[in-house]
């Protein structure tokens, strides 16, 4: 089996398993630090994720959110649980992420939300789809713009606040819904017309900025590659969000 179709039937997979867990999930959530919960869920998925990955391509890399990196130049980068802040409250609003870097550069991207039964998926040079349909980022000018602004305790208060003011100097109104990877695809669908963070990790990030690229729209580069693929970075730190590429 193929690379891309792969990781559809995984991730509908994983999917499947994060909505049982979702469906019963105990009361109250565990803390890694502060404002930075994970639950049963973020690690089963995961480790599903992973065995499964290892069964396929063995001579693949791995880079999860809850079980660090291992070996291989190409590299399957996880989130198995993205707005586990959502999850663990109960609100529909999280996904699955999984991106395929090769050679430093992001090949595949499949974002799932089990709870609407949404698959984003993306292949470089190929286009983005949502259940199959097309995706094209919006037009909509400033003016009009709606962005989603992520939020986590890695950025200072006045590092975020100020872009906060930017945005808003700039007429956008300023959402936060708590997953940047869904974040990200909904500015590929066009839903809103920009996110931006002043941190993300990969596992956040990689699979909705192919998204976002492939539905002709403007993302950093370079976060794939070196350093950037463990670190993280800024999602979009300029308000390039109407242009078109
Ligand atoms: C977080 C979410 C959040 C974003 C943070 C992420 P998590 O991931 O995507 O929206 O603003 O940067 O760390 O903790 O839900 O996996
Ligand atoms: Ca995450």
Redesign the pocket.
């Known amino acids: 089996m193929g690379h891309a179709l792969f990781l559809h039937t995984l991730i509908r997979d994983a999917g499947g398993l994060a909505l049982q867990h979702f469906n019963s999930r105990p009361a109250g959530f565990a803390l890694k630090g502060p404002q930075?919960?994970v639950t049963e869920a973020?690690l089963a998925v995961e480790q599903f994720i992973r065995s499964r990955v290892a069964a396929a391509f063995p001579d693949d890399g791995f880079l999860g959110?809850e079980s660090g990196a291992s070996g291989g130049e190409n590299v399957w980068v996880v989130?198995p649980?993205?707005?586990?802040?959502?999850f663990a409250r109960g609100i529909p609003h999280?996904c699955v992420s999984i991106a395929y870097v090769v050679n430093g550069q992001t090949r595949l991207g499949a974002i799932f939300n089990p709870c609407t039964s949404e698959l984003y998926l993306a292949e470089k040079g190929r286009g983005a789809t949502k259940n199959g349909l097309r995706l094209a980022v919006s037009e909509n000018p400033p003016a009009c713009s709606a962005v989603e602004l992520?939020?986590?305790s890695?950025v200072s208060r006045s590092a975020y606040t100020a872009a906060l003011h930017r945005l808003l100097d700039a007429g956008a109104n300023v959402r936060?819904?708590?997953?940047?990877?869904l974040?990200l695809a909904w500015v590929a669908e066009g839903r809103t017309d920009g996110y931006a963070?002043l941190?993300?990790?990969s596992w956040?990030a990689l699979a909705g900025l192919l998204m976002v690229r492939e539905a002709g729209g403007v993302t950093t580069e370079g976060a794939d590659s070196g350093e950037r693929l463990f670190k993280g970075g800024p999602s979009l730190p300029q308000t390039c969000f109407w242009h078109r590429s």
Do not use: C, K, L, Q
């Not at 649980?81 to 959502?86: E, K, P």
């Open positions: 930075d919960p973020d959110e989130d649980i993205d707005g586990t802040d959502n999280f992520g939020w986590s890695r936060r819904h708590g997953s940047g990877a974040g963070e941190h993300m990790n956040d």
